[in-house]
């Protein structure tokens, strides 16, 4: 049953919604944070959340406070972990999940790596386009968190991405002591969207997404 929340931020509150597995006892909670540009629940969201449910993860997203703001201008970097952080501390209270994921895509993403990094409580990381890099700034890479991480990751990237050089990544990565599964979208872009002609579809890769996810969240759970 889908739960709508406020959710207290200092002295802000932001929107979150809950949705459960699709079918089932869910496997684990994924507090999933959308991009820059994105709500939680715009589109790329709200297909993406229907993937992960489908393959056994309640899912609950929820708004950085500049989008309940309605302002287009993200928050500085410390305000944005401080949101995610007090969504992931109203769902353990309320839902008290056995397994607990944090991740988003793009900026959503790579606040979800800066608390992994800073130690908060989770059983693993779930990026969708992490933004390595500004967009033909290759060398502004923003990796030096990352090998402070140690819960297992799993990282979806285009190989169109124009904020994520493929060779920059692998590079950075290979500093990552925890264990880091990478898997590459071919053709497709930071929207996660592939060319027509590429011979492939959007579906197709939310349904690479979904396989993959469904399996490493598998071999999570098997580690204990």
């Given at each position: 049953?889908?739960?709508?929340?406020?959710?207290?931020?200092?002295?802000?509150?932001?929107?979150?919604?809950?949705?459960?597995?699709?079918?089932?006892?869910?496997?684990?909670?994924?507090?999933f944070?959308?991009?820059a540009?994105?709500?939680?629940?715009?589109?790329?969201?709200?297909?993406?959340?229907?993937?992960?449910?489908?393959?056994?993860?309640?899912?609950?997203?929820?708004?950085?406070?500049?989008?309940?703001?309605?302002?287009?201008?993200?928050?500085?970097?410390?305000?944005?972990?401080?949101?995610?952080?007090?969504?992931?501390?109203?769902?353990?209270?309320?839902?008290?999940?056995?397994?607990?994921?944090?991740?988003?895509?793009?900026?959503?993403?790579?606040?979800?790596?800066?608390?992994?990094?800073?130690?908060?409580?989770?059983?693993?990381?779930?990026?969708?386009?992490?933004?390595?890099?500004?967009?033909?700034?290759?060398?502004?890479?923003?990796?030096?968190?990352?090998?402070?991480?140690?819960?297992?990751?799993?990282?979806?990237n285009?190989?169109?991405?124009?904020?994520?050089?493929?060779?920059?990544?692998?590079?950075?990565?290979?500093?990552?002591?925890?264990?880091?599964?990478?898997?590459?979208?071919?053709?497709?872009?930071?929207?996660?969207?592939?060319?027509?002609?590429?011979?492939?579809?959007?579906?197709?890769?939310?349904?690479?997404?979904?396989?993959?996810?469904?399996?490493?969240?598998?071999?999570?759970?098997?580690?204990?």
């Open positions: 049953m889908l739960k709508s929340w406020r959710i207290a931020v200092e002295s802000e509150e932001t929107s979150a919604i809950f949705e459960p597995a699709a079918s089932g006892e869910g496997k684990a909670l994924f507090v944070a959308h991009g540009g994105g709500r939680m629940d715009d589109s790329g969201m709200a297909k993406l959340a229907e993937v992960f449910r489908s393959r056994g993860f309640d899912i609950l997203r929820f708004n950085f406070l500049y989008r309940e703001r309605r302002s287009n201008r993200p928050d500085p970097m410390p305000l944005l972990k401080k949101c995610m952080g007090a969504v992931v501390a109203r769902a353990r209270k309320e839902l008290n999940p056995r397994v607990v994921l944090i991740g988003g895509r793009s900026m959503g993403g790579r606040a979800a790596s800066l608390l992994a990094a800073d130690g908060l409580e989770c059983r693993g990381l779930l990026l969708l386009a992490y933004p390595l890099h500004p967009a033909g700034r290759p060398g502004q890479l923003r990796d030096a968190h990352l090998p402070k991480i140690a819960v297992p990751v799993l990282s979806f285009g190989t169109r991405d124009p904020l994520c050089r493929v060779d920059l990544m692998e590079a950075a990565i290979a500093k990552v002591r925890a264990p880091w599964r990478m898997h590459w979208l071919e053709g497709a872009d930071h929207s996660l969207r592939v060319l027509k002609s590429s011979g492939r579809s959007d579906a197709e890769v939310l349904e690479e997404i979904g396989e993959a996810s469904e399996q490493w969240l598998a071999d999570v759970l098997a580690a204990g």
